[in-house]
């Protein structure tokens, strides 16, 4: 009589991933309602502003739906770009060359709508981007309008300002008389007028020190 052969439990099935990328949300972004879809899992991993409102029990997270009126289509798109590639592109709003120097004031709105969104990776990538302009002696090319109008969209003291106030104050830059220079943000003018009085060393940005500029969490170990 032929030995019975043991038969192996199946047993449970295969845990299911934790992330279904078969779920999506639509975001309808500034005042023409730009459409935009992405995966939940995605966009839920790289910023705590669609974590926290996509995951409650709220009008949005039962529709999956964001509206951002506030912000940019183009801008957005860098968002989206970023959260798929983790590479920032900031060709698709500047109209330039994939490795162009981005412009001050697209720098500014990325890094405007990546606070919003709590997205620290994508403002950690704004900033060092906008030190390497500074390495490439672009900082001359920072227009009044545009650091006004970053100022606007901006919080107070945040690591943006406080990295422009060191790139314009550093330099020598020459202004369209006393009126244009007033109209700089106060931030800037304290600083100048700091190491124009006083002789105060100029805090040149550098990557060496981007670390200074960059969001971490308490604890988080800094930049190498």
Known sequence: MAPKIKQESPGPPPKRSK?????????IVG?????FVMHTAFATAKSS??????SQDWKEGKEKTVR???HEAGTFHVFVHWIYSGSLDFSIVDNTGAHDPPSYLNCGRV???AHYLGAPQLQNQVIDRIIHKVARGDTRNVALSSLKHIWQIT?????IRQLLTNCVASENRAYNGVGEAEELPEEILLEATRQHLYGASKNVPTMEHRCN?????EGEPRCE
């Open 213 to 217: 500029y960059h969001e971490h969490d």
């Open 111 to 113: 890094w405007a709508l």
């Open 49 to 54: 502003f669609f974590k926290s409102t996509i």
């Open 68 to 70: 951002l009126p506030q």
């Open 31 to 35: 005042s023409r309602k730009d459409e």
């Open 155 to 159: 919080p107070p003291g945040s690591t």
């Open 19 to 27: 992330h279904n990328y078969a779920d999506t949300c639509k975001v």
